[in-house]
């Protein structure tokens, strides 16, 4: 199968842009697992949209027992440059889970993603979260302080938006 990949000129930056990060986030995160588990490296995994019609993506999965519960760093890009009754031209992301094994150290969910309408309007979201299994004041007030630096105006309207999007009702 092969991928088609959207043909816009920012969907090409970001997707470059998001493969980079995936690179440097897994680079990353298999140096970790060097030092503290099992030392495998994080293996790759293609996936498609209807065959690769409408895009697709690499989803690296951690197989580090040791260090990992569960993990990936996905990225993604879907288009509809080809269907006419879709508004959306293309979405392109980054999406990473992580689940340690120790219960103190907190898992984490990213999404960094850019999305463009076919009209060419298109726009950057980044949303993040923490989710101790055993909760740390510290830790939890350093992470929001971390995001509010780093997103300086943005930050109160995307805690609102990231509180809707990673909200689990039944917990």
Not at 1 to 13: E, P
Not at 100 to 126: D, F, L, Q, V
Not at 136 to 143: G, I, W
Request: net charge negative.
């Amino acid at each position: 199968m092969t991928r088609i990949k959207a043909q816009s000129h920012d969907s090409i930056l970001a997707y470059n842009l998001v493969t980079q990060l995936q690179s440097y986030f897994v680079k990353a995160l298999d140096s970790l697992s060097l030092e503290i588990g099992d030392a495998k490296n994080f293996e790759p995994v293609e996936w498609f949209r209807d065959e690769g019609k409408y895009g697709g993506g690499v989803r690296y999965i951690a197989t580090d027992n040791s260090l990992f519960n569960r993990a990936s760093v996905n990225i993604s890009q879907v288009q509809y440059d080809c269907d006419p009754s879709k508004a959306l031209a293309s979405a392109t992301a980054l999406s990473t889970i992580i689940h340690p094994h120790n219960p103190y150290a907190p898992s984490i969910h990213m999404h960094i993603s850019w999305t463009e309408m076919k009209e060419g309007k298109g726009y950057w979201r980044m949303m993040a979260d923490l989710n101790p299994s055993i909760f740390d004041e510290n830790d939890a007030t350093k992470f929001q302080e971390s995001l509010a630096k780093s997103s300086k105006d943005y930050y109160p309207e995307a805690s609102v938006q990231g509180d809707k999007y990673f909200s689990i009702s039944y917990l």
